[in-house]
């Protein structure tokens, strides 16, 4: 039975992030976390012999979420913009996982048509040295600009 190398393991922290709002490439300089997601939504499908329900794929929905140090002020420009035009702006972002060290090369993943959905306006807290925020927001597409490769060598 072969098996990944803990070389090819990816380090969470080789990577880049950045958004393009306004035409403009804004690197996600305090990034912390990032991650996008894809739920497939299911309806039952039911049939007349059987007491089986059965689930049919009917939908994704993609939704994302990041942890960025506070004091970003981007995001806080978009809810300006949305409080004094009523338009919400839509960026997209891009995400590279880039590591190295291992065999397995880069990956490029660009998601579009990024709406944010929950963004923290003001925080203070005394139990932390460094203040980060949890934004969250939702997506229409998604593209892998390029994809990682099979690592160079199993172990068996």
Do not use: C, H, W
């Not at 990944?4 to 709002?21: H, M, S, T, W």
């Not at 880039?98 to 993943?109: A, I, L, M, P």
């Amino acid at each position: 039975m072969s098996f990944l190398l803990e070389r090819d393991a990816l380090n969470g922290k080789a990577g880049r992030a950045f958004a393009v709002i306004d035409g403009r490439n804004v690197e996600m300089f305090g990034l912390k976390k990032i991650q996008a997601d894809a739920e497939f939504q299911e309806s039952d499908f039911k049939v007349v012999g059987t007491n089986l329900v059965q689930k049919k794929t009917s939908g994704v929905s993609l939704s994302g979420s990041a942890t960025i140090y506070y004091g970003t002020p981007e995001f806080l420009n978009m809810l300006k913009t949305y409080l004094k035009t009523g338009k919400l702006p839509y960026f997209t972002i891009q995400i590279t996982n880039e590591d190295q060290g291992s065999s397995v090369g880069s990956q490029t993943v660009a998601l579009y048509n990024v709406k944010l959905q929950k963004l923290p306006i003001a925080i203070l807290d005394a139990d932390t040295e460094f203040l980060t925020m949890d934004i969250s927001f939702s997506f229409t597409n998604v593209e892998v600009l390029n994809a990682f490769s099979n690592p160079a060598q199993l172990g068996e």
